[in-house]
């Protein structure tokens, strides 16, 4: 019997400069993402805290992506170190952000 490989969640939490977190997200997705998912990610939700658009404050925008496996995420992680354009795309992203933080995980029983 082959088990399936579990799901790995990838989420990228990024905190962005006043009044620019819908020009941040356009530009992620449009940008960003068309490559992750050629990679092999998939896009599970994109989130926006707090639930409005602030001009004078900053709003995080969680991205979350999942992949099956481990050999997935390295396989796309090693695609996108040594792409071009992901590395112009978040020397370009991190103008506009405050922070960001990425974690890799997966539902306890696949622990």
Do not use: K
């Not at 977190?21 to 992750?36: D, I, K």
């Amino acid at each position: 019997m082959v088990l399936a490989e579990p799901i790995l969640y990838v989420v990228v939490e990024m905190v962005v400069a006043p009044g620019r977190a819908r020009a941040f997200l356009a530009a992620y997705l449009e940008r960003y993402a068309p490559g992750a998912i050629a990679r092999g990610l998939t896009l599970d939700r994109v989130l926006v805290s707090p639930p409005v658009w602030l001009e004078d404050q900053s709003n995080t925008v969680s991205v979350s992506w999942t992949v099956r496996g481990a050999r997935a995420w390295w396989h796309q992680s090693l695609l996108a170190r040594h792409d071009a354009d992901v590395l112009r795309w978040w020397e370009d992203a991190d103008e506009l952000l405050t922070t960001r933080r990425r974690t890799i995980s997966c539902s306890p029983a696949d622990v």
